[in-house]
């Protein structure tokens, strides 16, 4: 475990995070909007994590998670897949918290949370692996890569778009719901 030790907490919070789950190596979003809705301390309903959103450059978030398993650093860039709303999420750890040796072997993976945004409740989803299944059969439609846990998709962004853009919309697309609440502004 000691060889582990330089990655620090946000590195296991994400990895936590990521385990069966659908990521892709190239951004889900290009236009990225800003809605100050999702400024704010937010708390998961009937769990312990919570979510810190603060505005980073231009239009991107900072997103600071902690679950029980540490805490997280994230930049989140919000915009439309489809008729639905998404936050593409990826790990930013702050500078210092994974040696600058290896930086060189951190991936930027992106995860597509489907996000219903209200004035004090926010409703989140992943996309099901499971739901993929007809569109990975044909490499050629969405390129994927497929571990024991998880998909990395490798298309373009153009690619994942739209190949995904429909697919979000539908019933089953998402994991259940995790709803958040406004704790502070």
Known sequence: MTRWRWMGPSV?????????????IEPYVTDATFDERLIGTWAEVGDDDTAV???????????AY???????????????????????????PRRGEVSSAYDDLLIPAHVAVLIDIGADEVSIGLIDPDSLAPLL????????????????????????????????GRAGAASANTKFRRVRR
Do not use: W
Not at 53 to 63: E, F, K, S
């Open 137 to 168: 059969r044909d490499q050629a439609r969405l390129a994927h890569l497929r571990t024991k846990e998880q998909v990395i998709l490798t298309g373009t962004t153009a690619q994942l778009r739209a190949a995904l853009a429909s697919h979000v």
């Open 66 to 92: 902690t679950t029980g398993s540490g805490p997280g650093r994230f930049e989140g860039r919000l915009g439309r897949l489809g008729d639905r709303m998404v936050l593409d999420v990826k790990a930013a």
């Open 12 to 24: 296991f919070a994400l990895v936590a995070a990521l385990a069966g789950c659908v990521v892709a």
């Open 53 to 63: 959103v603060t505005r980073d450059t231009g239009n991107l978030y900072a997103i």
